[in-house]
């Protein structure tokens, strides 16, 4: 029985089982949701349009175990691409991959509200300021543990985010790891108006001179030396800051991100300006972004934005509506440059159709 089979009688074993056995179904939560999605790509390198249809399907299992311990498990179809859950419609109808996509313990302490230790493959535990990519692509789940404490302090409160991944785990010599430090304030100064602004600073160890991550053969826009290993490494020093204000019913969120490869003497900083905001049910956002070659480690930055890696600049638009009940629509269009100098352009369309429960 192949692996992705064994996975999807796994789950379907764990749903029956919330069915039958009711007395525990109040200590098993699942989530589920599919998106289907036409795909619109333009290059000027190329005389050619690329379209395709593309489909996400994500099945999640919570485990509540005790008052403060859950287990938390969820299935995504896609690829081994640590950025990516999509499942392109192609290969003559073939069966499509389900892969672990989260896998992870829970703990959190009754006695310190706002603290959280996680262990297995999680999300990225790092806040991101208005949801923004600069650093990390959405369907990045890094694979090690973290702690996170946030308390309500009422209108005046701080948060500190740590954690320790392993990135590359060799043989031979030593393991490339990602530690990572984040910390912040935020404010709540009036019941329409609140101001978050932090800090983070993230070292990948033994990266330089080591194969690329993921995929050896390829950069994602990074430097290489001839042999095609990381010309130098990464220690991202980030800046971050969120406005939210409310005007009316009206929720509107700006935010900014800034990150410096503090490893790297040029071509190094990277950083984006955006907003996200909702007028009634229709939801808006929009970001510009402008990225150096060095400034992140481009295989696991934003996957859309120019195809994906580092070396580019141009606008991310976006809205979304309900179409009905736990059925969403939206549409999403990047405008972006490959290169910051004479850069070519590229334009990606993406036309959404959510459900999920």
Same mark, same amino acid.
């Given at each position: 029985?192949?692996k992705?089979? !064994?996975?999807?009688?796994?789950?379907?074993?764990?749903?029956?089982?919330?069915v039958?056995?009711?007395?525990?179904?109040?200590?098993?939560k699942?989530?589920?949701?599919?998106?289907?999605?036409?795909?619109? !790509?333009?290059?000027?390198s190329?005389?050619y349009?690329?379209n395709?249809?593309? !489909?996400?399907?994500?099945?999640?299992?919570?485990?509540?175990?005790a008052?403060?311990v859950?287990? =938390?498990?969820?299935?995504?179809?896609?690829?081994?691409?640590?950025?990516?859950?999509? @499942?392109?419609?192609?290969?003559?109808?073939?069966?499509?991959?389900?892969?672990?996509?989260?896998?992870y313990?829970?703990?959190?302490?009754?006695?310190?509200?706002g603290?959280?230790?996680?262990?297995?493959?999680?999300k990225?535990?790092?806040y991101?300021?208005?949801?923004?990519?600069?650093?990390?692509?959405?369907?990045?789940?890094?694979?090690?543990?973290?702690a996170?404490y946030?308390?309500?302090?009422?209108?005046?409160?701080?948060?500190?985010?740590?954690?320790y991944?392993?990135v590359?785990?060799?043989?031979?010599t030593?393991?490339?790891?990602?530690?990572?430090?984040q910390?912040?304030?935020?404010?709540?100064?009036?019941s329409?108006?609140?101001?978050l602004?932090?800090?983070?600073?993230?070292?990948?160890?033994?990266?330089k001179?080591h194969?690329?991550?993921f995929n050896p053969?390829?950069?994602?826009?990074?430097?290489?030396?001839?042999?095609g290993n990381?010309?130098y490494?990464?220690?991202?020093?980030?800046?971050f800051?969120?406005?939210?204000?409310?005007?009316?019913?009206?929720?509107?969120? =700006?935010?900014?991100?800034?990150?410096?490869?503090t490893?790297? @003497?040029?071509?190094n900083?990277?950083?984006?300006a955006?907003f996200?905001?909702?007028?009634?049910?229709?939801?808006f956002?929009?970001d510009?972004?402008?990225?150096?070659?060095?400034?992140?480690l481009?295989?696991f930055?934003f996957?859309?934005?120019?195809g994906?890696?580092?070396?580019?600049?141009?606008?991310?638009?976006?809205?979304?509506?309900? =179409?009905?009940?736990?059925?969403?629509?939206g549409v =999403?269009?990047?405008?972006?440059?490959?290169?910051?100098?004479n850069g070519?352009?590229?334009n990606r369309l993406q036309?959404?159709?959510?459900?999920? !429960?």
């Amino acid at each position: 029985m192949n692996k992705n089979l !064994i996975w999807f009688v796994l789950a379907t074993v764990a749903v029956q089982g919330i069915v039958i056995k009711g007395e525990a179904s109040d200590k098993i939560k699942t989530k589920a949701d599919i998106r289907y999605r036409h795909e619109r !790509i333009s290059e000027e390198s190329t005389d050619y349009t690329r379209n395709r249809q593309r !489909i996400r399907a994500r099945l999640e299992l919570t485990m509540t175990v005790a008052e403060n311990v859950a287990g =938390v498990i969820r299935l995504a179809s896609g690829s081994d691409n640590p950025v990516s859950t999509n @499942q392109t419609l192609t290969d003559g109808f073939s069966t499509k991959s389900i892969m672990l996509d989260l896998a992870y313990i829970d703990w959190h302490p009754v006695s310190l509200k706002g603290f959280f230790f996680r262990a297995g493959k999680i999300k990225v535990p790092f806040y991101k300021a208005g949801k923004n990519e600069l650093l990390w692509d959405g369907d990045l789940n890094p694979e090690g543990v973290s702690a996170n404490y946030s308390p309500d302090m009422g209108s005046f409160n701080f948060f500190i985010h740590t954690g320790y991944f392993w990135v590359e785990e060799r043989k031979t010599t030593d393991d490339a790891m990602l530690i990572g430090f984040q910390g912040g304030l935020k404010t709540k100064l009036s019941s329409t108006l609140s101001f978050l602004a932090g800090s983070g600073y993230y070292n990948y160890t033994s990266t330089k001179g080591h194969a690329t991550f993921f995929n050896p053969t390829k950069s994602f826009g990074n430097s290489v030396d001839k042999g095609g290993n990381y010309r130098y490494d990464f220690n991202e020093l980030e800046f971050f800051g969120e406005l939210k204000i409310k005007i009316g019913k009206f929720p509107l969120s =700006v935010f900014g991100d800034y990150v410096k490869n503090t490893a790297v @003497q040029s071509s190094n900083t990277g950083w984006l300006a955006g907003f996200n905001c909702k007028i009634k049910s229709f939801s808006f956002k929009y970001d510009y972004r402008r990225l150096e070659k060095d400034a992140v480690l481009g295989a696991f930055t934003f996957s859309d934005f120019i195809g994906g890696g580092t070396n580019g600049k141009g606008h991310t638009f976006g809205f979304s509506f309900p =179409v009905g009940k736990n059925i969403k629509a939206g549409v =999403v269009y990047l405008l972006n440059k490959k290169g910051l100098e004479n850069g070519e352009n590229y334009n990606r369309l993406q036309v959404d159709l959510n459900i999920k !429960i």
